[in-house]
């Protein structure tokens, strides 16, 4: 990004909108990520104690993770695809 | 049952459908229509799903059979990569686009300095780790086969068995001659291939189906729903969450990197690319796409450990379970699906690598040792072609001999995981070309090198296993015996997994090499060019100057370029860029714009590296180098210092004109104002001069006057006289001030009394009566002066004062006061002031203010300044004050402190 000096400090509601929009979609795969890595807390089955993570819970969790990630994404992608592409143009 | 001829005939039928689809989109869009589906976000998310090969498709239920949930993160990785696609992919594809990029190695060479070296060993590290990868196809399609034959009713017990390596053989060559039919139709690499990416989008689309069929025909028909599924998973063997956390992390570093280095997956998303915004819809599309794949992993692992006998193959668990349920159209779509699967990859892999291996080992070689060289006629492309289609052919064959050396015995998802491991190893070099400027060749190089290297020995040859590629003495004992060089426990660290251990040790010292090697060495020209551009690459997408082509004769180029584009292209683009120059007929001029052109046109077709040579073959190898730019920036930062010398130099005289003209300015109003004094002075002169004249004459001609009048008649003529001799004395007097023949008086005393002096003085000499009001404690000061002369001053002042305030009741303000070792006496009287123009002239001699009678001489300021100027002292008009301000400044005396 480069910054033009002659660029505004503060901008119409519109674009600050779609700068946030973009913010976010920078974050998100991050905080996917997080989520994603969450299981690595998760206690590793000792065949003597019996409190180990059902695969079910395991499955619904990434699965669960993964379309929240997807839904956000394309939320995203409605909100801000047109001006991206504006940009890319201009 | 299905036969097995059966099931040849149904597989050669979809790939004749697959041809006709491929055919119908080729002629559509050479005839430059179905853009709409052609270049559509869906066929672009589609054509990514070549990421989904055999290895998904039968490999991940082998996989979650085997280890649980671990497999789900060969999809995580690329779905986080997807939804980061803003970070990584966004700038991959601009570079891609903007550079014309054929491939991975094309992007590392071109990034490093188009270096060939680079390009080359990009190339062979990429068919080295991507053969597991196809040898994987090729079993899991052979797998595939034996599972049908085997089930074959009219086979004998245990005869069922299809030759194995025969089988693979033949799918090998089937897959070969699908590959080059399909991909080395048109040259041009950078061109997109709409019948494949269509053939593609199609198999995309069926193998998707057939998973999701076989899924829920395995949920809902076997398991009998969602809840009795779930019920039933965690009963089974991987009934609960035992993925170790080394592994979980690792593997989906792993395949988000090599989601971004695989060459096929390099393909589609960055070269077959048609529009960047179709990127922001396969970040949603696509990580949609792969949870609908990994969705019913899970189940069908379950459900297939659960019904299917000990010992069966949890590879083919997607195919063995519809048949042991006696679904054999459901058995036969999925079969088609792992089909797809597999066919696709190999396609997109080998066109990939094929267009690697032509590119940059083939031709420049050909270039290099071929007696042709680049001027001579004749189709390149035949070449081209025939290396490419070589290209397949060979990596084909390296596929199917590592699937023999191999044994062909390996769960599909490790041999999948050893392949990752490989291409990974790109990724430092890859995001450090493009994120980092001081990433250089040398640097590049080395990382490469001791990755791949460390890849090899950790991950590739223990694949074989012990006593194949390394002895078993190797495993044990670390190679020549050093304990710390043991392949699957490097520098004595024991105890980690070995994938983990290969990934970790390869790519971060990969990593520490590649940046330590860079930081200490320095790049090419080139290469800094190069590095700038793409690491800036959304500050500016044009290229910077490559070529100074003043020697390239625009025939040549041609020539080579109908050689390497083929007639009808290389002369439309010729006659398009003598457009650009506006030139309508004829060759376009070789600037270095159209050759910089010219050269990304080339290179679309072999490559950076390559174009760069042929180029440069051409034009005498005047590259500009880095060297050259800065010479000519030496140059330019040169004629901007001298052309802003020069400016400096205009305004000093334009400065100086100014002056000269206020000095010009000046002196003619100084010589009307002489012009004007000398009549005045004539006039003043010739007044008491009439009046003695003519006083003189009736004292010496009229008779019987009386001793009255002759007594007044003498006295008119004598204060006429000392009217005269005061004009001359203060001509006199200022002749003498301003030669310096002055001799000064000094004496010691008090401003209070100086002042006194000069008011009594000037309230006796002038009938007109101004109120002068003085603060004598400021007064108290000791001179070391002239007194008398500075006496002479202050009248003269006060007497302006008195003869010039118009104000209805004058009045004199005199203030004194010491700052620093300077003593200021300032005189302001309440009058209209002096206009502006007036006051640069006021201490002029001969000068009268305009429209203001009196009978000066206009000398009286003149003379005041030439006694302060004597006395050290300095006299000027204040500005700042409403009415007219005189400020004498004097030296305090030397002696006082």
Redesign the interface.
């Given at each position: 990004?480069?910054k033009l000096p002659g660029s505004p400090l503060f901008l119409e509601r519109r674009s600050y909108r779609f700068r946030r929009m973009?913010d976010a979609?920078?974050l998100?795969?991050?905080l996917?990520?997080g989520f994603?890595?969450v299981?690595?807390l998760?206690p590793?089955?000792d065949p003597s104690a019996g409190d180990?993570?059902?695969?079910?819970?395991?499955?619904r969790y990434?699965?669960g993770v993964?379309?929240a990630?997807?839904?956000c994404?394309?939320l995203l992608?409605r909100r801000?695809?047109r001006q991206?592409?504006q940009e890319?143009q201009g | 049952m299905v036969s097995l001829n059966q099931l040849v005939a149904v597989c050669l039928l979809y790939v004749v459908g697959l041809f006709a689809v491929a055919f119908a989109a080729e002629r559509a869009a050479a005839r430059g229509r179905g853009d709409w589906l052609l270049r559509s976000p869906l066929v672009y998310t589609l054509s990514l799903s070549i990421y989904c090969t055999a290895w998904t498709f039968y490999g991940a239920v082998g996989y979650a059979a085997r280890s649980g949930l671990e497999f789900v993160t060969i999809y995580l990785g690329p779905s986080l990569v997807m939804i980061g696609w803003w970070w990584i992919l966004r700038r991959l594809v601009r570079i891609g686009r903007s550079h014309r990029v054929t491939s991975v190695a094309d992007l590392i060479s071109s990034r490093y300095g188009k270096s060939n070296l680079l390009a080359i060993l990009v190339t062979i590290m990429a068919v080295i780790g991507v053969t597991p990868y196809i040898a994987l196809q090729l079993q899991s399609v052979t797998l595939s086969l034996s599972i049908f034959a085997s089930a074959e009713p009219q086979a004998p017990s245990g005869g069922g068995q299809i030759n194995s390596a025969q089988a693979a053989f033949w799918v090998a060559v089937g897959l070969a001659l699908f590959t080059v039919l399909f991909g080395t139709r048109n040259l041009n690499a950078n061109e997109r291939h709409h019948g494949v990416v269509i053939a593609i989008a199609v198999e995309a689309v069926v193998k998707l189906l057939a998973l999701l069929a076989v899924g829920a025909f395995v949920v809902w028909g076997v398991a009998g729903g969602v809840e009795q599924t779930l019920a039933q998973i965690d009963r089974s063997a991987i009934g609960q969450w035992q993925v170790e956390g080394g592994r979980w992390t690792a593997l989906t570093l792993l395949a988000a990197a090599a989601f971004i280095c695989l060459p096929r997956m390099f393909q589609v998303l960055v070269v077959e690319n048609g529009d960047e915004r179709h990127l922001q819809t396969a970040s949603w599309a696509f990580p949609l796409y792969l949870m609908l794949m990994s969705l019913f992993v899970v189940p069908i692992a379950v459900v297939g450990l659960d019904l299917l006998p000990e010992g069966s193959n949890p590879d083919l668990f997607v195919l063995s379970l519809p048949l042991s349920q006696g679904q054999n159209s459901l058995a036969m779509f999925a079969f088609l699906g792992g089909f797809s699967s597999a066919t696709s990859m190999v396609i997109v892999a080998t066109l990939a690598l094929s267009t690697m291996v032509s590119n940059h080992i083939v031709m420049p070689i050909w270039l290099t040792y071929g007696q042709n060289t680049v001027q001579q006629s004749g189709d390149v492309r035949h070449v081209v072609i025939l290396s490419r289609r070589l290209s397949i052919l060979l990596i084909i064959s390296l596929g199917y001999c590592y699937y023999r050396l191999s044994g062909g015995g390996g769960a599909l998802a490790a041999i999948g995981t050893i392949s990752f491991g490989g291409v990974a190893q790109f990724l430092p070099v890859l995001l450090g070309g493009i994120f980092w400027r001081g990433a250089t060749r040398t640097g590049a190089i080395c990382g490469l090198t001791v990755g791949f290297a460390l890849w090899v020995y950790t991950m590739l040859l223990p694949s074989f296993g012990p006593g194949a590629a390394l002895s078993a003495s190797t495993f044990q004992n670390g190679l020549f015996g050093l304990q710390w060089l043991r392949p699957e426990a490097l520098f004595g660290i024991n105890g980690l997994d070995p994938t983990v251990h290969a990934v970790l040790w390869s790519l971060s010292i990969n990593a520490l090499v590649f940046i330590a090697v860079s930081l200490f060495s320095f790049p090419a020209p080139v290469e800094r060019l190069q590095g700038a551009q793409f690491v800036n690459i959304f500050d500016h997408s044009t290229a910077a100057r490559g070529w100074s082509a003043s020697v390239a004769a625009s025939e040549d180029l041609m020539i080579m370029a109908q050689r390497i584009l083929g007639a009808a292209e290389a002369q439309g683009f010729f006659r398009a860029q003598a457009q650009l120059q506006e030139k309508h007929d004829g060759l376009p001029e070789p600037t270095p714009r159209f050759v910089q052109a010219l050269e990304r046109e080339l290179a679309a077709s072999v490559g950076a590296a390559t174009a760069h040579a042929m180029v440069a073959q051409l034009v005498g190898g005047a590259s500009v180098s880095v060297q050259d730019l800065l010479a000519v920036a030496d140059e330019s930062a040169q004629m901007l210092e001298y052309s802003s010398q020069l400016e400096i130099k205009s305004r000093a005289l334009t400065d100086t004109a100014a002056k000269l003209r206020s000095a010009n300015d000046k002196l003619t109003q100084l010589s009307h104002q002489k012009d004007s004094f000398l009549s005045q002075i004539s006039h003043e002169l010739r007044t008491p001069m009439t009046s003695i004249r003519a006083f003189s004459e009736i004292l010496r001609d009229a008779e019987g006057l009386g001793p009255e009048e002759k007594t007044r008649y003498a006295s008119i003529i004598h204060s006429e006289t000392i009217r005269l001799t005061r004009l001359l004395d203060d001509l006199l007097d200022l002749s003498v001030l301003e030669n310096g023949e002055v001799s000064l008086n000094r004496q010691r005393g008090v401003l209070r009394d100086v002042l006194d002096q000069a008011v009594t003085t000037a309230r006796a000499a002038n009938t007109r009566v101004i109120k002068i009001d003085r603060e004598s404690a400021g007064e108290d000061i000791v001179l070391d002066t002239d007194l008398d002369r500075l006496v002479q001053v202050f009248i003269n002042l006060i007497t302006n004062a008195q003869k010039y305030c118009v104000a209805d009741d004058p009045q004199l303000s005199i203030r004194a006061h010491q700052r620093g070792r300077r003593i200021i006496v300032d005189l302001i009287d309440n009058g209209a002031g002096i206009d502006a123009a007036s006051q640069t002239l006021i201490f002029e001699k001969f000068s009268r203010l305009p429209g203001q009678g009196g009978e000066g001489a206009g000398l009286g300021l003149a003379i005041c300044r030439e006694i302060i100027k004597r006395l050290e002292g300095d006299i000027s008009y204040l500005t700042d004050v409403s009415g007219t301000g005189f400020r004498v400044e004097l030296p305090i005396a030397q002696t006082d402190i």
């Open positions: 990004m480069s973009m979609v920078r998100l795969p991050l996917v990520l994603w890595m299981p690595l998760w590793v089955p180990a993570v059902p695969m079910s819970h395991a499955l990434v699965f993964w379309l990630g997807i839904a994404c394309f992608w801000t695809a991206i592409a890319t | -």
